[in-house]
């Protein structure tokens, strides 16, 4: 198999079968599902993925290589996904990878094949020499691909098995991050590999004390949602919303007049307010939380803009449901909600934020005909 | 306003291996008396590492994401609730913040 890079858009491979693809994407998908059981001698990178020097191929021995250095174009992908651009291309090729120059001795530790993850993982391994088992996620960083189930025993299996693991180590340890458990069993992992699975700390930066030391405390096992991890999930809570919302306001701004405007525009503050004072607003639930919001916003903005009570109503209204929905959808961005307790809450909250976008809307458009008539 | 999990624990079946306790990101289990328990209830999130991880299969609980706005869109175009990444299927949903 090899491929040819013609421009930027197309990339054309042939693969054992002989079959010939011209699409960039199919090409690339294929490419980094199939190489490990294939001889990849003298294949290239595409340019989307690992292009720089530290991921170059061993050749031969089916072994990519890489190390803990960060430069600024990694600084710079980072900040890339956290914004959600390129995000669903930011894929690390499955497989066997030595950070350092790892022996026989060295740990094993499993790793999705978004980069993100991967590169966290390297960045925290500064100093070590280790084998990075890759599995194929899709791109989906460990928790959420082990919630799919893509990492997974199966997954685990079949890349021990390619990579001839046993071949270059003598011990049998995986270390597996603790949020792929969910899609690992790893009594079967054991039954199928001969591989004993141990579950490594949650957080990277914990896994020089947890190589050390051979113990995972009990800190290191629990999952937090702490000011710095939520604050680092805003720009993707509003990249959509962000110009649409700004573009409302103004709009709306001339057109209907300040309430209107302000109560679209509270969309986005919501946005912001909900990860920051996420452990201050009061509930357990997020739509709590949020309606307590949307209704603290809509009382300091009509202190600073005095309204009637017939504009104050439909403001308030539209302020407190808005913020309920947007801390709703915030759910799944947390690290503790549940799907039944998620589902509960919707079930309870929805018809009310339903009243109150109701009565908004319809207060709203009998002021606005009223203006006409 | 009490949250409700579906977690539950056989502890006959329990062999005390502690793979539950090693799993768990919110520290429901604990061990007393070489078998598991359940002391922090509340606090499951339901991911099923702890079930997919006992080999006596002491564990059950109904395993999903608890993601709103994957449930709602579920409910609305009738596909299964998931994490939109990494799925062809639901499109729609790939770039909510949960993926990341």
């Known amino acids: 198999m090899f491929w040819i890079r013609g421009n930027k858009k197309t990339v054309i491979t042939i693969n054992k079968e002989g079959d010939l693809k011209m699409n960039r994407k199919t090409a690339v998908t294929n490419i980094l599902s199939n190489v490990t059981g294939i001889d990849i001698n003298g294949i290239e990178y595409p340019d989307s993925t690992d292009q720089s020097e530290k991921t170059k191929i061993w050749s031969q021995t089916r072994i990519y290589k890489t190390d803990s250095h960060f430069d600024f174009y990694d600084t ?3 900040w890339k996904y956290r914004w959600g ?10 497989g066997l990878w030595a950070l350092g120059t790892p022996d026989e001795n060295s740990p094993v530790l499993v790793s999705a094949n978004y ?41 685990i299996v079949r890349r021990v098995q390619t990579s001839e693991l046993e071949k270059k180590v003598k011990h049998h340890r995986l270390i597996v991050q603790q949020l792929g458990a969910p899609g690992v069993a790893s009594h079967e992992v054991e039954k199928q590999t001969g591989f004993r699975v141990v579950y490594g700390p949650v957080r990277a930066k914990d896994l020089p004390a947890f190589l050390d030391t051979g113990r995972v405390t009990s800190s290191m096992r629990l999952v937090t949602f702490n000011l710095a991890e939520r604050v680092i999930l805003i720009p993707m809570e509003l990249r959509f919303v962000f110009l649409p919302v700004l573009l409302a306001t103004i709009i709306l701004w001339f057109v209907t007049g ?25 509930g357990k639930w997020l739509t709590t939380k949020g309606a307590f919001w949307g209704f603290l916003q809509a009382l300091v903005i009509s202190l600073i803009l005095p309204m009637s009570i017939w504009q104050f109503i439909p403001f308030l209204a539209a302020n407190v449901s808005a913020s309920a929905f947007i801390a709703l959808n915030f759910t799944g961005a947390t690290t503790y909600t549940s799907v039944n307790g998620v589902r509960q809450e919707i079930k309870t909250v929805i018809p009310w934020i339903a009243v109150g976008i109701v009565t908004a809307l319809s207060i709203w458009i009998i002021q606005f005909v009223w203006k006409f008539i | 306003m009490k949250t409700i999990t579906t977690l539950e624990l056989e502890q006959s079946k329990c062999t005390g291996c502690g793979r539950c306790i090693e799993v768990c990101p919110h520290n429901v289990f604990q061990i007393r008396n070489k078998k598991a328990e359940i002391i922090h209830l509340l606090d499951c999130m339901e991911c099923g590492a702890c079930q997919k991880n006992c080999q006596a299969q002491a564990i059950s609980v109904e395993v999903g994401v608890g993601c709103a706005a994957a449930m709602m869109i579920s409910a609305l175009t009738g596909q299964e609730a998931a994490c939109g990444c990494g799925s062809d299927k639901t499109k729609t949903l790939q770039n909510t913040s949960c993926c990341g």
């Open chain 1, 76 to 78: 710079l992908n980072q």
């Open chain 1, 85 to 94: 651009i390129g995000r669903m291309n930011a894929i690390v090729t499955p």
């Open chain 1, 115 to 155: 980069r993100m993850s991967f590169d966290v993982l390297r960045k925290n391994l500064e100093g070590d020499n280790a084998w990075i088992l890759v599995l194929d996620t899709k791109g989906i960083n460990v928790w959420c691909a082990a919630g799919k189930g893509t990492f997974g025993t199966e997954e």
């Open chain 1, 258 to 282: 300040p309430t209107i405007a302000l109560s679209i525009a509270g969309i986005m503050i919501t946005g912001i307010a909900i990860p920051v004072l996420h452990n201050i607003l009061p």
